[in-house]
Nanobody
């Protein structure tokens, strides 16, 4: 059974940094690309970043985070990271990880990121 657990969120000042972690069970890294998504109350969940499955170094980012966020993977720890720098108030959201395309049964609780201006 696949489970994705997000962590690492918190309160940070504008311009600060955070690193989010997505721990996976179920050995999915060799089968799926992994994405970070985020959601603000009242808005649709949006794509943030993607990294390819094991052996595929492909990454891509939403325009709004390019140059500020970096997605990476530690396959030995079955964890995907999202390093976020130069954070802005508009980055405030609940951040989730999921496969690409996302599966409804893989959504976790997410981790809250709050950027104060």
């Amino acid at each position: 059974q696949v489970q994705l657990v997000e962590s690492g969120g918190g309160l940070v000042q504008s311009g600060g940094s955070l690193r989010l972690s997505c721990a996976a069970t179920g050995n999915i890294f060799n089968r799926f690309a992994i994405c970070w998504y985020r959601q603000v109350p009242g808005k649709q969940r949006e794509f943030v970043a993607v990294i390819g499955s094991d052996g595929d170094d492909y990454t891509d980012y939403a325009d709004s985070v390019k140059g500020r966020f970096t997605i990476s993977r530690d396959s030995a720890k079955t964890t995907v990271y999202l390093q976020m720098s130069s954070l802005k108030s508009e980055d405030t959201a609940v951040y989730y990880c999921n496969v690409l395309p996302p599966r409804e049964d893989y959504w976790g609780q997410g981790t809250q990121v709050t950027v104060s201006s």
